[in-house]
Nanobody, 124 residues
Framework: QVQLVESGGGLVQAGVSLRLSCAASGRTFSSYAMGWFRQAPGKEREFVSAINWSGDNKYYADSVKGRFTISRDNAKNTVYLQMNSLKPEDTAVYYC?????????????????WGQGTQVTVSS
């Protein structure tokens, strides 16, 4: 089992950058694919990005491709989401997720483990 704690959210203006972090507990972090999802007010939770256990396979939603970058540091049990050129439509609660699967599978199937979420608000 793995526990996830997100940090780095906040209120920012459109066009700036923000980096989210997700710290995971457990000794088997490196065996998990990690991902980020988000849920905007009144909308369903949606996939944002995922990365496989080694970090060499990454997937992105079309809405964030070219602006967001996912990475991981297995030595620190941490996954990151670098968000550049933020837009008001990126406003949402961002959730970190983990599963013993592939990054590609995580983009289409709900992961097993979730963090509590961190709020990102982008003003225009």
């Amino acid at each position: 089992q793995v526990q996830l704690v997100e940090s780095g959210g906040g209120l920012v203006q459109a066009g700036v950058s923000l980096r989210l972090s997700c710290a995971a507990s457990g000794r088997t972090f490196s065996s998990y694919a990690m991902g980020w999802f988000r849920q905007a007010p009144g909308k369903e939770r949606e996939f944002v990005s995922a990365i496989n256990w080694s970090g060499d396979n990454k997937y992105y939603a079309d809405s964030v491709k070219g602006r967001f970058t996912i990475s991981r540091d297995n030595a620190k049990n941490t996954v990151y989401l670098q968000m550049n050129s933020l837009k008001p439509e990126d406003t949402a609660v961002y959730y970190c997720a983990a599963d013993k699967t592939t990054a590609q599978a995580m983009s289409v199937m709900p992961p097993d483990y979730w963090g509590q979420g961190t709020q990102v608000t982008v003003s225009s």
